[in-house]
């Protein structure tokens, strides 16, 4: 017996809408995490660098208090670094998935023509910064 939801024509990936939706915002979100960390962590080190640069420390306990705050200051600079990340870039994959089903519902069928129409007002999107 054959799955209603195989006929569906606005199938993609093997997955309804709704599922691919979800999946693809997760993942995309998570890459996005992973990506933030390390270019927030390494920021927030610069940073700090930077604005102590002018009164680095003298003693070896001045140095082992400065790598002390030095990674306090990394490590929350790698949290919002993730968490901005992940919201840009989950939303900006959700956008083109959004956009992607709206086309492929307004036509009555899946295309590469939706994809490329949706890659396209993505784009548009983030360079207009909407």
Known sequence: MTDPCDASPY??????ISDRLATMTLVSGGAG?????????KHAARQY????AHRLPTTVEGWFFYQKWKNYRVVIGSLKGAGRYARRLGACVGAFVAI???????????????????????????????
């Open 33 to 41: 995490a992973l990506i933030g960390g390390y270019l927030g962590g």
């Open 100 to 130: 992607e089903s709206a086309l492929d519902r307004l036509v009555g069928h899946t295309q590469i023509a939706s994809s490329a129409a949706a890659g396209l007002g993505t784009a548009v999107g983030l360079a207009t910064k909407i």
């Open 49 to 52: 660098l930077a604005e102590r």
């Open 11 to 16: 199938r993609r990936g093997g997955m309804q």
